[in-house]
Structure formats: C-alpha cells, structure tokens
C-alpha cells in the first residue's frame, strides 16, 4: 500500500478504513463483532494503517471495536477518533464541544480504544454555541499532556478551518468528498492546500451508490441511514444514475470496477487526500484498495470531471442540517 501524508507530517496509507459501518448507520451487520475484527486485521495485512471510528458510533462499541482488533498492532497503525455530540441514554441528542465535555470524551476514547494517545483527534462536527478558538485550545492542551498527537476538524468551512490552524495546527479535515459531493472545490481544498492541511474524505463511494450495486429496485433494511437521506429517494436515486453509468463506462474500459474509478479520480485530485471508504467485507476491502494502483490518465480524468460536472446530483446528502458542513 503506497502512502500520503496529510498536514504536520502525518504518514498514513493511502486509502484508510471506516470502521462506522461495523456498528452502526446500514442496517443488520452480516457478521459477528469477530468478523468485523477480522476485517480490521485484514486491512492491517493489506498495508492500511489508518483506521478511523469516533465515540458516537454505536455509541461507543465501534471504539471498543476498534481498539480490540488493533490492540496487537498498535504501534503499527493510526487510530483516528471524535469527539462533540452530547450522548444521553444510547443516543446523540445535539452537538456540545465545551472544553470539559471534550475531556470527558478523550478520557472515554482512550480507555474504549485501550490506548495511552490518540494519534488523530477530531472535532465531529461544529458547535455554534462554543468558538472554536476555545475548541483548539483545548485539543492543544491534550497535545501538550501527550495524550492527542494530531488534531482535526469534520465538516468545518474555510473560516472555521483558518481560525482553528492559527490556535493549534490542523493536520487533517474529514469531510464528505466525492464525484457526487464536489462542494469543498472552490473554497475548501484551496485553503487545506494553503495551510499543509490534509483531506480524509469521508462517503468516498456516497454511500455505496457510486459501486453501481445501488439502484431504483434496492430495498434498505432497518435501520439502514440511506432509507432517511433525501438523495435516496428512489426518484433520486434513477436521477443520479447517470454518474453511475458514466463509472461505468470509465471501468469497462480499464477493467476495473465503478467503485475503483471513483476512488482513483478521488486519490488523483490532490496527493494529500485519503479516503476512508468503509465496508464489512474482506472482498470489497480488496475492491476498494486496488484503486490506490488503477491508475487514470490525464485524458481520462478530463473526461470524468467534465461529465461528471455537467449532471446535476439531486436531493441533500442529508436530512438533519445539524450533519452538514458549517463555517462560523
């Protein structure tokens, strides 16, 4: 597995692993918590070192997770964890970044994960009620007691990045990027690249629609996220397969799979990105990590943006507009 470094020198594997869907957001898991660990040693055996879970998933067991499954490569790898919903009885009841709720999380993560640092800290998600000068200085704090290495921001805007970097600096934003969520081009990669700033795009594959296995006909199970975010709709849904086929038609001619020619253009745009697709599967984690080798010529590349600029994605990636990207 090649690797990148994303902001502060931070090395990782080119393509990490969301570990989110192991516990949580696509319905029943189709295997036992063994499997997923077993996935999760897979991925270390396949050259991934980093693995990403945060305390609301689940909440808290795909930290659990997580830290059991690498316990036995922990220095080989980098753990990446968040911190900022404020969980009561099983459940996020809203975002809370105040300084003594964040150390109430760190405290947590790190007995959940059995580590003694956090190699990669984020904030989850925007807390409009608290500056995120405050929200920095506190990671920074964690820093100097040696219990956080690096400190990240997800689904924050330029401003928010910018004023965050000049308390304490970022190495790395985990946001959703893709061919169907382009909305950080214009202002948000310009700034990462300004200030040494890596991208974790998160949903590299939208959610499974960009593998070509999602369709008009596909039921989602209980509990499955995709049942309740408008860009699933079924109308939507037969809108947007035209970037689908557009992969398609990319991956006939490379012999490769539509999810590998959305994850190669993404590794192409920028060499301090690195996505995190997410799976269950050891043979789609094989699918996946192959792209980090598809290689697309300039021409093609051309060609994927270009067509994929012109169709108009329809329906909001998510229904609670507390999720979404904010820049305060």
Known sequence: MRTRTLGQGLEVSAMGLGCMGM???????????????????GAVDRGVTLFDTAEVYGPFVNEELVGAALAPVRDQVVIATKFGFRLEDGRSTGVTSRPESIRTALEGSLRRLGVDVIDLYYQHRIDPDVPIEDVAGTVKEFVQEGKVRHFGLSEAGAGTIRRAHAVHPVTALQSEYSLWFRELEPEILPVLDELGIGLVPF???????????????TAFSEGDIRSTIPRFSAGNREANQALVDLLNQVAAGKSATPAQVALAWLLAQKPWIAPIPGTRRLERLDENLAAADLELTGEELDVITTAASAIPIQGNRYNDAGMRMVDL
Request: glycine share 18%.
């Open 23 to 41: 516990s949580e957001g696509y319905g029943p898991n189709p295997g036992s918590r063994e499997d997923m660990i077993a996935v999760i040693r």
């Open 203 to 217: 949903s590299p594959l939208g959610r499974g629609f960009l593998t070509g296995k999602v369709d008009t006909t």
